[in-house]
């Protein structure tokens, strides 16, 4: 988006300190950080937004332990395989997985008395002699769904748990939780058609983007269909109507809307229980009306955040249309109702499905998000979903089936700085979204733990003493609360303004927010200088100054500390995430029914608002998948997401490699995966790793999965697993993960299809790792054909003596010709982690 300063600055070094590892279904909690907004039901999560609402800086999902003790987390028993034996008394529970989002809801802001709108009875055809005849518990696309499963060989109850709804005393359903101006021109994207130079504009008028996520806010002018052609025949959608929303709300920009609340109605009891959750497409939150916007909202001139980032806020395929599906709702977005949106829009005819919410970690076959994107695949839908937000600790990525692009959050060469002048003449960097009157000329006195508890450094409810801050700035360390709930503490305390300061919990990672009063966040260092400052003089002040928008920023982009990180723990053979995109200090439309904080006391309202996290940086990627799928019809989802990745770029616009924000050090694969998506080249990326239906069964095959495992993924009635690869990296995947685990070699395979033009010959050129020898046969490729396909074999040798326990290393391998780069990163492991 244009910026209204070009102003350079340095951005200041970030640190955060990692969260604790998850564990293996869920994520392990964090007692130093409250629940985020939106992680329905899944336990406390790090972040400083009030509940419900969860800003994606700050790692996410994880678990809580039941009233009976009994871990949400828990794994249900898998199928087991033939002549297994199992108590007819166990009863397995499905995980509890959070979805990463960026909701601003409140608790208060999710009451209604909300039902789902009907499907139409003649879109259900009931299988005979189903165990889940049609009947009101269930979405009539459920039923469908669960029937058509369970009629199937080698399919019970068991193999069957990602799809059940809670009902009839069966374990729970799994719940998952939620995880613009300046990025179009950042992303090098022509401002008239949201398209690269060279390609029509018009040609994603035909693209189709479906996003599953807490709905719509329909008069958001990101919405206007003004100068679009007619529907595209192929879609079979619906806008429907409901509480709230009229069905003449959609156009040829919003083409659909559609709401799936049955599995969250079984889990409540059969209810909605807030206020303002409306049973409809309607948005009552802003996180699905900002994600939506972002992948393919229409040019809105003079858009802005109060102010900040003002220009024109675009998606990043501006042409294409746009049909919601609402799963999200006040505790969290079940399984059973993200199954039935995703197979429902795949008879509606979508092109892209963008889900930005998730969780932790679970074999595929337990993975509701893994198993509907199976089915999309096969259709030729092209999936994204957001990697998470629990960085930068290790193995946190969540969403990694390799039939789905995995997308981890960057930054934008653009900030928003903020100042505090001290009264020793020093004055302190930090950040802000502050868009009030501001403080005038005069310097307040600073205190520091002035409160009724040994908590007042926190600024937490009731701990601050009226008598001592009234008419002050207040300093509150980071972390326990929400950031903007600390600002509306210490101004109901009648403070005047606000310095937050990280711990060592959060380092230099800074976040900016739309406080309710004049307000800052630095990071640990200056913090920690602010802090002694007020210790040491007797007459302590400050004076708060915001600069507005600064854009050129470098360097960037820089990875978010909040970026979930590999290696990828359900197949370690597969590097993710596969790419970052833009995810911090995002702009994008918003819903009127909240505030930008998500405070029930924020009376503002806002046509955009500005937010962070990877559910910001999925978006950005589904929108660049339609612009491909636009200029390239023919290409298959696996194409797309290969030309995405291979053409991704490494260095930052200081030409240096990327660093990784949470502690100002070289970034990695398992951090940035192929590194930041750069779409003009992925239009024309030379050669694409395509990877067919059967290839990703021989994938499955080679997990060592039952084929009742299989079959819940696949939907097929058997599956033949005679030709499993070897190893799971053998997948013709575009990137490397080699685990030598006791070995010394390992051995993979890859075929190209050539994409570019004819007569063409590439080059291989390795980048190796210290500990690790790369070969490459052969070492040129040749190509008379378009479409032309050829092989080539890699071997890995691990050096002798070399026993790297918990340690990775990384190279690359890259086929060169003088107009493409088809790079592919490689990530080394001696050990699971």
Known sequence: MAGTSTKKVRKPSKRSKPSPLPSQYGFTPRTTEPPPRGNRGAGPTVSD??????????????????????????????????????SANVRPRQPTVSIRRQSPISSEAQNSQNTEAPEGPDEVEPVPNSPFPVEPNLSEDQTRLLNAFLSQPGRDRYTMRAFLPPSSLEPCDPVYTLDTTRTPEFL??????????????????????????????????????????????????????GPDFDSKLCNKKLIGARSFSKGFQMSSG????????SVSP????????????????????????????????????????????????????????????????????????????GGGSAPYYRDTIAIGSFSAM????????????????????????????????????????????????????GVSLYSGEGMGTKPLELVYNKGNSSSSNLCLPGSLDPTTVRGKIVVCDRGVNARVEKGAVVRDAGGLGMIMANTAASGEELVADSHLLPAIAVGKKTGDLLREYIKSDSNPTALLVFKG????????????????????????????????????????????????????????????????????????????????????????????????MTTAYNLDNTNSPLRDAADNSLSNPHAHGSGHVDPQKALSPGLVYDISTEEYIRFLCSLDYTVDHIVAIVKRPSVN???????????????????????RVVRYTREVTNVGAANSVYKVVVNGA??????????????????????????????KGVSLTNKAEFGSITWSNPQHQVRSPVAFSWNRF
């Not at 690790?772 to 050096?799: D, N, Q």
């Open 49 to 86: 937004y009030p509940p419900p609402r969860q800003l994606f800086e700050e790692s996410t999902p994880r678990t809580q332990p039941r009233a009976d003790s009994t871990p949400l987390s828990q794994p249900a028993p898998p199928p087991q395989p033939r002549g297994s034996q199992t």
């Open 188 to 241: 090098g994207l022509n401002s008239e058609f949201g398209v690269a130079s060279g390609y029509s504009g018009h040609a994603s008028n035909g693209v189709i983007i479906g996003v599953l996520d807490t709905g719509v806010w329909p008069e958001s002018k990101s919405y206007d269909d003004y100068g679009m052609p007619e529907i595209p025949s192929k879609w079979k959608g619906e806008c429907e109507s």
């Open 270 to 277: 059969g209810g909605f229980s807030t206020k303002r959750e």
């Open 282 to 357: 309607r948005d009552v939150d802003g996180h699905g009306t900002h994600t939506s916007s972002t992948a393919a909202g229409s040019a809105v001139s003079n858009a802005s955040f109060l102010g900040y980032a003002a220009g024109t806020a675009r998606g990043m395929a501006t042409g294409a249309r746009v049909a919601t599906y609402k799963v999200c709702w006040s505790s969290g977005c079940f399984g059973s109702d993200i199954l039935a949106a995703m197979d429902r829009a795949i008879l509606d005819g979508v092109d892209v499905l963008s889900l930005s919410l």
């Open 378 to 429: 096969e259709k030729g839908v092209f999936v994204s979903c957001s990697a998470g937000n629990s960085g930068p600790t290790r193995s946190s990525v969540a969403n990694v089936a390799p039939w789905v692009m995995t997308v981890g959050a960057g930054t934008l060469d653009r900030d928003f700085p903020a100042y505090a002048n001290l009264g020793n003449g020093k004055r302190l960097v």
């Open 549 to 644: 928008t600064v854009l050129d920023v470098h360097p960037s982009p820089v990875v978010a500390a909040f970026s979930s990180r590999g290696p990828n723990t359900v197949t370690p053979e597969i590097l993710k995430p596969d790419v970052i995109g833009p995810g911090v200090n995002i702009l994008a439309g918003w819903s009127d029914a909240i505030g930008p904080t998500g405070l029930d006391k924020d009376s503002r309202r806002t046509q955009f608002n500005i937010m962070s996290g990877t559910s910001m940086s999925c978006p950005h990627i589904s929108g660049l998948a339609g612009l491909l799928k636009a200029a390239h019809p023919e290409w298959s989802p696996s194409a797309i997401k290969s030309a995405l």
């Open 721 to 743: 697993c005679s030709n499993k690869f070897s190893n799971p990296g053998q997948l013709n995947y575009p990137s490397f993960s080699v685990l030598f685990g006791g070995k």
């Open 770 to 799: 210290p500990s690790v020898g790369i070969s490459v046969k052969p070492s040129k490729l040749a190509f008379r054909s378009v479409g032309e396909k050829k092989r080539y074999t890699v071997t890995f040798v691990s050096k």
